[in-house]
């Protein structure tokens, strides 16, 4: 309170007037950047959000007398983590122990478990090797030769050999479900993230990824009466002294500043009739090169479990002759693992080019789906497992919801890389003067290095409001 009071009498004694100022979304990126400002006494501030809630990405749900993240759920690594400095000394965070995941085949049900093993641990490997590499090639180039390499440990075994150029699917569910894409070939292999040192799995022991918010909103004065819900924005004017932000309700707001958060995917779908004047070349050119796509994650409570405390989660591997015919959206399932942190839910892993059209499955259909599967792949007797008795999902998903367009962004073979990044580009403010720019953007997409996290999204936040207190020091 003191603080905000001085920075006030601060604006006073230099007769400045107290900057105005909208912010797009209510993601981890909006609510930063606009408790930041309030924290330093900027308090004219509106924050614009098309959906009826605060998150964006981050969705926490209730299930099971806990909360399940639909959206972002891990904590990603310690040191250089803004989310994990927030909270580590609030006792929250918790690591998640090391497990393997059984192979079920279609044909063969449970694979030995020693062979499933060694391909968990062939994975693990190859997903931080491409997390390394400095080749410029896409993800699926690099892994499947280096795969091949690493599978000829079993040529004199035909029957594994032959199963484990099978699994080739699953290391690449393994990537894409980590790094985001519907295909490896979609991700370069020589990126700009920064891994942060430390457990990159860090999960909210059941509070939920909204935990941070929560944290954030804490530490400013009250911010909850300059959030404006079912905001939909249709339009920014921002050549002019003023920015003007035109809404689908036609309201309009005008303002000093605009910090623009929205995802990735919303700026590929909406950019041509977003913004008047149109966005630079440059700028096009990034948002067109950097890519974004979905996983989707499905969690199911159970009142009675079916498995036991020594199950720890299950891969699906298909028969290539099983999916001859074309596949089912039933092969998008990848993973089936039980949730740490709430012991009656399993949680299901949907990935790659199918996502969409799991996306629109009603949840009998895809309980059904899910039912079959347990049973077709002898993962449990079918007399044993009972249905779900209840169901937890992003309700209007990720890729197909126009608020959100995709999961999280991810670099392309195409993206540019280095000092001059595609998200260094996104980064830059615009306006007709650049001492003070009227147009600013934040997001993850908008991270030269920690693009794709919430830590990401919160660093660039903070990074806009900084640059707008600075305008006014």
């Not at 924290?39 to 009826?52: M, P, R, V, W, Y």
């Not at 192979?103 to 968990?120: R, T």
């Not at 700028?283 to 498995?307: H, P, S, T």
């Not at 998008?332 to 839910?345: D, G, R, Y």
């Amino acid at each position: 309170m003191f603080l905000e009071i001085g920075f006030l009498l601060l604006f006073a004694s230099f007769g400045l007037s107290d900057p105005t100022l909208v912010v797009i979304g209510a993601g981890a990126s909006g609510i930063a950047a606009a408790t930041r400002l309030l924290q330093h006494g900027i308090t004219n501030i509106t924050i614009l959000e098309a959906n009826d809630q605060i998150g964006g990405r981050i969705h926490s749900v209730s299930l099971g007398g806990r909360y399940v993240d639909t959206g972002a759920e891990w904590c990603h690594g310690e040191k250089g983590n803004v989310v994990y400095d927030l909270v580590k000394d609030l006792g929250i965070l918790q690591g998640t122990p090391p497990f393997y995941l059984e192979i079920y085949h279609s044909k063969l049900k449970l694979l030995n478990p020693d062979f499933s093993h060694a391909l968990n641990d062939i994975f693990f490997e190859l997903l931080v090797e491409s997390m390394r590499s400095k080749e410029s090639v896409s993800v699926g180039e690099l892994l499947i030769a280096k795969y091949e390499q690493v599978i000829d440990q079993w040529k004199d075994d035909p029957s594994n050999y032959k199963l484990a150029q099978q699994a080739i699917v699953l290391l690449e569910a393994c990537v894409i479900g980590f790094n985001g894409g519907f295909s490896w070939f979609d991700l370069a292999a020589d990126v700009d993230f920064v891994i942060s040192e430390g457990d990159q799995n860090l999960h909210w022991n059941g509070l939920g990824f909204k935990t941070i918010l929560n944290v954030l909103m804490e530490k400013s004065p009250p911010i909850n009466d300059k959030i404006l819900f079912k905001k939909e924005v249709r339009q920014i004017i921002w050549d002019s002294k003023e920015a003007v932000v035109q809404c689908t309700d036609n309201s309009s707001y005008s303002a000093d500043h605009v910090i623009m958060t929205v995802s990735l995917g919303v700026l590929k779908h909406q950019h041509t009739n977003l913004f008047v004047p149109k966005l630079p070349v440059n700028k096009l050119l990034a948002i067109e090169q950097l890519g974004i796509a979905a996983v989707q994650k499905i969690f199911l409570y159970y009142d009675r479990r079916w498995w036991n405390d020594s199950y720890t989660g299950n891969f699906f591997l298909w028969d290539p002759n099983d999916v001859k015919n074309g596949a089912s959206w039933l092969t998008a399932v990848s993973v089936l693992v039980p949730v740490v942190h709430n012991p009656n839910v399993l949680q299901v892993w949907i990935i790659g080019d199918l996502v969409p059209e799991v996306e629109q499955c009603s949840d009998e259909v895809f309980i059904n789906g899910i039912m079959y599967l347990l049973d077709y792949f002898g993962v449990v007797d079918s007399k044993i497992v009972t249905r779900p008795d209840a169901i937890a999902r992003q309700v209007k998903n990720w890729y197909t919801n126009p608020y959100f367009r995709g999961a999280f962004s991810y670099q392309t073979p195409r993206t540019r890389v280095g000092q001059n990044s595609d998200e260094a580009i996104l980064s830059e403010p615009l306006g007709n003067n650049p001492q003070k720019p009227n147009l600013l953007f934040a997001g993850e997409a908008t991270s030269p290095d920690h693009y794709g996290t919430v830590h990401g999204a919160i660093d660039t936040g903070f990074r806009e409001a900084d640059r707008i207190l600075k305008m006014y020091k």
